[in-house]
């Protein structure tokens, strides 16, 4: 059974055959998702405030 990891899919989603200004969309989309999730965590641990989902999508589709 093979493990799936966030590595395992970050790689596979870099190799699409995209163009190179597409590609780079969805790279910056991908980033800018996980950086998204990653502040939403700190806040809930540092700041003891719980992220707001709906605000979150706002945010990341925005």
């Known amino acids: ?9 970050w ?9 190179s200004q597409l590609f780079n969309l969805w790279l910056s989309a991908g980033v800018f998702t996980f950086m998204a999730i990653w502040k939403a965590q700190n806040r809930l641990r540092f700041d003891n405030r719980l992220p707001i989902f709906s605000t979150m999508c706002c945010s990341i589709m925005a």
């Open 1 to 9: 059974m093979r493990s799936h990891s966030l590595l395992d899919f």
């Open 11 to 19: 790689g596979s989603y870099c190799q699409k055959p995209f163009s």
